[in-house]
């Protein structure tokens, strides 16, 4: 059970990773597209000023790196939680 204690939060930040790669590929072929779907999630806030060339790579490593990380920190407070109303 301890091989299985991780797999949630592991699952969770390799999916998010492969997200984030997936997403920064999309934007850098679709920026228009991507600049409207993300104003449309955002409440109407204004994306037109940004550049898709402002993302450097250490900006990119960066970016993979932190919220994959959140994405396994999520997943373990979610576990954390989950187990205690299972309780």
């Known amino acids: 059970m301890k091989n299985q ?3 949630i939060q592991n699952a ?3 999916t998010t990773a492969i997200i984030y790669v997936l997403c920064r590929l999309l934007v850098g072929l ?4 991507f600049f409207a779907i993300a104003q449309s999630w955002f409440h109407g806030v204004e994306f037109s000023r940004l550049d898709v060339g ?3 790579m250490s900006a990119f490593i960066v970016g993979l790196i932190s919220s ?16 205690s109303f299972v309780k």
């Open 12 to 14: 969770l930040a390799v």
């Open 68 to 83: 994959t990380i959140t994405a396994w920190v999520v997943g373990y407070i979610f576990i954390k939680v989950y187990r």
């Open 5 to 7: 204690s991780y797999a």
């Open 30 to 33: 679709f920026p228009n597209e």
């Open 54 to 56: 402002n993302l450097t």
